[in-house]
Each structure stands twice: as C-alpha cells, then as structure tokens.
C-alpha cells in the first residue's frame, strides 16, 4: 500500500471531526444519493455494533470501511470505498483485510456483504480475499440494480 495506514476510528478522538467530515465527502461522491449514508453517519457511527476504519495517508483520509456485527454469528462489511485518484494502490484490500480481522475477533462465523455486480474490480477483490458469491438479489440497489450477496466463512478463510 503505498503511502497510508489502517487506523480505527475512535468516537471523542482529536480527529474525529476531521475525519467524519472527510468521509462523508467520499461518501457523497462514491455512492448514488439513494445509498449514501451521509445524512446518517453519525448515527450509523454511534451503533455499539458497528465499527469504522480509514486509511490516513499524510493526514488525508483516503478510504473508509464500515462494519457491524448484527449478532454473535454473522458480521457484515457495510461500506467500503477509496478515492478514485488512490484507488489501485492496496488502500481497499488494506481495508478490507483489517475490517475482516475487526469482524474476526468478534469470534463470528460468517461475514458477509452486498456488492453491485459490475463493480468488478470490488468483486475481485472480495473474491481473492475468499469470499464467494452466494447469489444475485435482484433490485437490491434500485429497481435496475441488482447486488452479489458475499460471504465469508471463517472456517475456511485467509
């Protein structure tokens, strides 16, 4: 990864503010209005289940993961975007990893996450981080808008 580090986003720290305010940014320019979390971020942050990570890169918040754990079994990998210029630089696999082992050390069973199938390069990367398609949900972003329901089981992961 070139020039950034994983850092868990921790509620009442000095760069909360910064940080929060960074992501919904990237938030609003990644993802279609109807699937933002940028009206709700800071509720969505403020869930006991739930977790953020980014990557900081020279004090620029690059990229972000979300995750939660609903329940003692399963976690779900919420959110995962980069900037489009730090994109293809290991901040989304860095990401994805460090959000695997926050979900890992909640001693679940299974991660999963929702991802549109043409997004090809987020599939691939899911895939070789071992998580496999366990099938199409139809009109789940929108009515033209299909997603991969992915999972990870950690009896069998990286």
Request: net charge positive; aromatic share 8%.
């Amino acid at each position: 990864m070139e020039k950034g580090v994983v850092v868990e986003l921790i509620r009442g720290s000095t760069s909360w503010a910064k940080v929060v305010e960074d992501i919904v940014k990237l938030e609003k320019k990644t993802f279609p209005k109807h699937e933002s979390l940028a009206q709700t971020f800071d509720a969505e942050l403020r869930k006991k289940n739930a977790g953020l990570l980014y990557v900081d890169a020279e004090g620029d918040t690059v990229g972000y993961a979300m995750y939660s754990w609903p329940s003692s079994l399963s976690a779900s990998i919420t959110k995962l975007a980069v900037k489009e210029n730090c994109r293809r630089q290991g901040h989304g696999e860095a990401l994805l990893r460090a959000a695997i082992d926050k979900c890992r050390s909640r001693k679940v069973q299974r991660v999963s996450l929702h991802v549109d199938p043409t997004r090809t390069s987020a599939v691939n990367l899911y895939k070789k981080l071992g998580f496999q398609v366990d099938c199409l949900v139809k009109s789940y972003y929108s009515a033209d808008r299909d997603a991969y329901r992915m999972y990870l089981d950690f009896d069998d992961s990286i």
